[in-house]
């Protein structure tokens, strides 16, 4: 880990230990909405089947997610204002979109606040700092270090599951309590005592920062080196956003098929929190060695085997606890490693200046492709169902691997501020 200029040990140590909780917040704000769709279809949307439930959730996910298009805002204002004013923005808004859902009294005031924690959650800003800090060499191994640790916040949220979501009398609104918390306290931690990274105060202090409008940033992504590998990436994250909508909706399909009870619900979650160690140790450990395609190939691949076990295995009276927690496991691996790779790809591709900008567009095609998955996929519910909706698209996560073979750039070892 390289020293900060203008710092020593100590602040970078402090540095990791902010970025790690606010890894950890991320973490648990992205998950814990999507832990509990049934308790929220039980007290909001009871009157209804549970099939039109399945179909009208997806459809409120799938606008509600057009909020993931203020991330690109967000990671644009990284490279205008400066990273450090929006982390902790994306922090306070997690912390204050969270209160919104804590105080949620109907369905409709529920989904605005989600809307609003989409803006924030995801935001990836943690990132460019640890990438602007850390050596060429060593990005991908502090990267998922970081990440890793970021398990604790999934921890944290099943523990609070176990706690507030029961088969009797399920409290929800207490899923909410932790971010609220930890949200507002990273906020003043951030501000009050965190620099800018390494490489963006060297470039504002070198006067290398070029002032372009908000037309010419955009226009400026597509006049890099990298252009064509970008755009290719871009493809290939607009096609795993179509095909992720059984992220929000798992616990929902499992509720509905009736044999799994809250408590094997919970210890799924738990155990496959687990489980993505392996996909952050596997990148951590191969990316910086393999490179970073080979594993994007792997798990592109494994995201629509894993869906296919736990859909079918959730049917399955005798073996139905073993087949989910197994393809659940898988997804999130597939999940996750695809994200961190993903992440990792776009950031080596992206000159200092249009970094931030560069991946918050990456996080707006994603976010579109999301939108359009769960809006088309809650016409589909209605005749298929939402297993079979889950499987059909599911299988787009395959067109992903000859895109990256054919048209992506192997980024391993790039020097960052080598990049035009």
Known sequence: MTENKSGNGSYIRYLFFILMLTQILDTYATLFNGAMPSAIAAEFLSDNSA?????????????????????????????????????????????????????????????????????????????????EE??????????????????????????????????????????????????????????????????????????????????EDIKSLFQIENRKPYMYLLLAVFIRGISSIYIGLFEKYIDNVGILNQQQVTSI?????????????????????????????????????????????????????ILVLLGFALSHISYWGSIGILRLLTIEMLPTDRRGIGVGFRSLIGAIGGTIGLLTSSVMILSLDLGPTFIIFIMGNFAVIPIVYFFLKETKGVELSEIK
Do not use: H
Not at 148 to 160: K, P
């Open 269 to 321: 979650f738990l155990l496959t929190i687990f489980m993505v160690i392996i996909a952050y140790g596997a990148n951590g450990l191969l990316a910086d060695r393999i490179g970073r395609k080979p594993l994007l190939y792997i798990w592109s691949a494994l995201a629509p085997i894993s869906v296919l076990i736990w859909v079918l295995g959730a049917n399955n009276p005798e073996n139905a606890y």
């Open 134 to 215: 850390v050596e060429a060499n060593k990005r991908a191994y502090y990267s998922n270090v970081v990440m890793t640790v970021g398990l604790v916040g999934a921890i944290i949220m099943v523990i609070f599951r176990l706690l507030f979501i029961t088969e009797t009398d399920p409290f929800w609104r207490g899923m909410a309590i932790f971010p609220m918390v930890l949200g507002f306290l990273l906020c003043l931690a951030i501000f009050f005592s965190l620099k800018e990274p390494k490489q963006y105060r060297e470039m504002k202090e070198s006067g290398s920062f070029e002032s372009r409008s908000f037309k």
């Open 51 to 131: 099939i039109v439930q399945d179909s009208i959730m997806a459809f409120a996910n799938g606008i509600v997610s057009i909020g993931m298009i203020f991330l690109f805002f967000s990671q644009y204002l990284a490279d205008r204002l400066g990273r450090k004013k929006m982390l902790g923005v994306t922090v306070g808004g997690i912390a204050l979109a969270s209160f919104g859902i804590f105080i949620a009294v109907n369905y409709v005031m529920y989904m605005v606040f989600v809307f609003f924690l989409y803006f924030f959650f995801s935001s990836d800003i943690w990132l460019i700092y640890v990438n």
